[in-house]
């Protein structure tokens, strides 16, 4: 029975996506009589696939960099800036796709660096799965996942172990967010994933106002950031000056701090999707 499932849901997401290229009137692929239930597919170990592409890392240590990027729809928070709510949302069009279909998807882009994102990819019960298996891939050298620091990341930092021992040698890193008062979400952050963190990781503070700043100072140190992983500060995109950003971490001698902007927003204005 999960072998003819995971067959249903593989055919109504390619379903899916033809009827997609062929309009919005089919886009639907089918009724939900028609169709197996989506926990019926994650049971089968399926993804929920919001998007999958090839394009420059916007943030991060790996920005400017080429990757393949895979969004998984779903996120447990609902950040007041959020520029992916659209991925987030339960109603998103996916594509259930199987970790092969994924990998094959990375392969055939020839890429060293993979972005897994969301929504919230952590979320993902196969992730791990398939973070294993993209780590097999001969051509891969990295696999970053992002990530809102509400989930705990204890399950993929010991894959990452595993993944450290075998003769591929690819590396696994975490981009965490570290939520503050601006965002709303700053109650969800989850504190023990802080002692997890290591050189491959990233922890991420998006400034919405002034009050950002200091709270996020605060947590760099109380949390000696700075010797455990790569720190960056990024102004909410439009609604924060970077040079009031640079001076705060100039004067402060903030100087394990990294400040950026999302490169893809400047590249590509506007743009939602694919970038």
Known sequence: MKRRTTARCTAVAEAQAAAAEAGPAEAAGGSAAEAPSEAACASDGLLPVAERFVSLNGEGPRAGKRAAFVRFRGCNLACSYCDTRWACDPACPVAWESIDGLASFV????????????????????????????????????VEIETNGAVDVGPIVRLRADLARRPEGVRVGLTMDWKLPSSGMERHMVRGNIALLGVDDTVK?????????????????????????NVYFSPVFGAVDPADIARFVVDGRLDGVTLQVQLHKILWPGQEKGV
């Open 107 to 142: 392969a055939a882009q020839e890429a060293e660096l993979v972005t897994l994102t969301g929504g919230e990819p952590m979320l993902q019960p196969a992730l791990a799965p398939l973070v294993e298996r993209l780590a097999g891939l001969s051509r891969v050298r990295f």
């Open 205 to 229: 503070f998006v400034i919405g106002d002034e009050a950002d700043l200091r709270r996020a100072a605060e947590a760099v140190r109380a949390f000696d950031l700075t010797s455990r992983c």
